[in-house]
């Protein structure tokens, strides 16, 4: 009977276990696939109908090639909760976490460069042109190593 109890107790005890994993997972920070990766550029916006919002992703729209030629990927948080990566709504990840962890209120607009180590690399609070962000990104001693084939 105490092994049975045990047994049960384990088996609880590890289904807890996972689906804590999973719900952090659910509701964790979708940064965390890109480390060493990708270079998220986040796009915080009040609402889709922001004007500086829509001219950032007229902006993006026009430099796809360039986004990819350097490891991005475009992460928006919209409102307070909408999160879509390169234009596709992402279910189970919270934009309310991302917008704490950055600091950014719902109200606000930002565009937030992150770099493959995972930090915070630029921050703007109005639209910005993608050349800056690309010259930011070549200066960087990984960017380099890429352009010169040496991370392939």
Do not use: C
Request: aromatic share 8%.
């Amino acid at each position: 009977m105490k092994k049975i109890l045990f047994s049960l107790f384990l088996a609880g005890f590890m289904l807890f276990g996972l689906r804590a994993d999973a719900q952090t997972k659910s509701s964790g920070n979708i940064l965390d696939q890109y480390k060493w990766k990708k270079r998220p550029l986040l796009l915080f916006a009040p609402s889709a109908e922001n004007a500086a919002y829509v001219r950032q992703k007229e902006l993006i729209e026009n430099e796809r090639a360039a986004l990819a030629d350097r490891d991005m990927v475009v992460v928006e948080l919209i409102g307070q909760d909408e999160v879509y990566l390169n234009g596709t709504r992402q279910k189970g990840f919270h934009g309310k976490e991302l917008r704490s962890r950055f600091q950014v209120p719902q109200e606000a607009f930002s565009v937030i460069l992150i770099g493959k180590d995972g930090t915070e690399k630029q921050r703007n609070k109005e639209t910005v042109a993608l050349e800056k962000i690309f010259g930011l990104i070549d200066q960087m001693p990984m960017r380099r190593q890429e352009m010169r084939g040496e991370n392939n």
